[in-house]
């Protein structure tokens, strides 16, 4: 049998190639783009390119994700040889969709996987026309030697990433990541989410959250005191242990009602604390209304969601806003939860 003759797609009309690059995947779409100079110019130029987000990770290893169309797709870079060029795929949210989603994972081996995923993370850049990834992960503690290396290419090639995750893996040698998670807040600019999950050891950490985030989350917050709380300034916060006081909480419900501080706050997540003790020592000269617990009522909480609370304490802002506060489930896993309306 004679194998089958090549598919001349440079010879297509443009809109015939576009729909052929719709069927593609993006490892297809960056292989036919490392063909030439000529295909590398098509490729810039199909509209279905800069539909597709791109993610970066550094974790383990180092990996691009692409997602475009119903599945997603990672390059991973390693420094095991014996993973170079092997393809996996899962599949996931298999019973939450009708058809499953398939991840595929393709490996790509380096001898210097940092320098070579740099590259690569600027190619796709280039290919897909990106300016903002969607989301960026970085374990601080993964890559420590290059750390500012890696923050110095993405502040030169990116202007911004829409969420960022900054987080800690080997917690038993609790690595000091202080100084560089710093460094990543002070020059990478953040849009919308922001997540930290790192041990920061000093009380006087001098990171610089960003104001107007949609949503901060500070775990390991054990370090987070009064004058950082009012630093802070995004409509959704939450903390799990935290320096402030009782007193502090006071000064702070004051300054919120006087219109001083958190002017976009819309939900506020603390860790369980009893809510008849924040009454009598927090809100003690402080004008509030107990509602009824049979008292339904629906709320808009973080990241848009709405829940159904019973009760809750009202507390009345200058401008006629009101900040409900509830405590949300039992035990250690309650949280202390304040909901701006």
């Known amino acids: ?20 690059f719709k069927a593609m995947d ?4 960056i292989n036919f783009s490392m063909i030439s100079k000529r295909t590398k110019g098509i490729a810039k130029q199909i509209s279905v390119c800069p539909r597709y987000k791109i993610d970066f990770h550094i974790k383990k290893t180092l990996e691009i994700w692409f997602f475009g169309t119903r599945n997603m797709a990672a390059y991973v870079m390693t420094s095991d040889k014996e993973m170079d060029g092997k393809i996996e795929e899962k599949e996931c949210c298999g019973s939450i969709l009708p058809v499953p989603l398939i991840f595929r994972k393709v490996f790509k081996y380096s001898k210097d996987p940092v320098d070579e995923w740099k590259q690569l993370c600027k190619y796709v850049l280039e290919i897909f026309k990106k300016h903002t990834i969607n989301d960026l992960l970085m374990t601080m503690d993964a890559f420590v030697d290059y750390n500012v290396s890696i923050i110095d290419f993405l502040k030169a ?29 002070d020059n990478i600019q953040i849009n919308s989410d922001l997540c930290t999950d790192v041990y920061i050891k000093n009380i006087n950490f001098n990171g610089k959250f960003p104001k107007n985030l949609e949503d901060l989350h500070i775990k390991n917050s054990e370090w987070i005191g009064y004058e950082r709380l009012l630093e802070i300034d995004c409509k959704s916060v939450i903390f799990d242990n935290n320096r402030i006081s009782d007193e502090q909480w006071n000064l702070f419900i004051k300054k919120w ?10 939900y506020l997540q603390l ?21 009824d617990e049979a008292v339904k009522r629906t709320f808009k909480t973080r990241r848009n969601c709405i829940r159904e609370l019973n009760g809750g304490i009202d507390i009345r802002r200058h401008d006629g806003k009101t900040a409900t506060l509830f405590v949300f489930g039992i035990g250690l896993h309650g949280s202390f939860l304040m909901c701006v309306h």
Request: aromatic content about 10%; glycine content about 0%.
């Open 271 to 291: 860790i369980y604390r009893n809510v008849e003790h924040f009454r009598a020592l927090v809100l003690h000269d402080i004008p509030h209304e107990v509602v």
């Open 257 to 266: 009602i006087a219109m001083e501080t958190h002017l976009n706050l819309v």
């Open 1 to 20: 049998m004679d194998s089958p003759k090549p598919f001349p797609i440079l010879r297509l009309p443009f809109l015939a190639i576009e729909k052929v």
């Open 26 to 29: 993006p490892f297809e779409i």
């Open 157 to 185: 090639n990116l202007k911004s990433v829409d969420r960022c995750t900054v987080s800690q893996w080997n917690r038993e040698r609790y690595i000091n990541v202080d100084e560089h998670t710093a460094y990543l807040l």
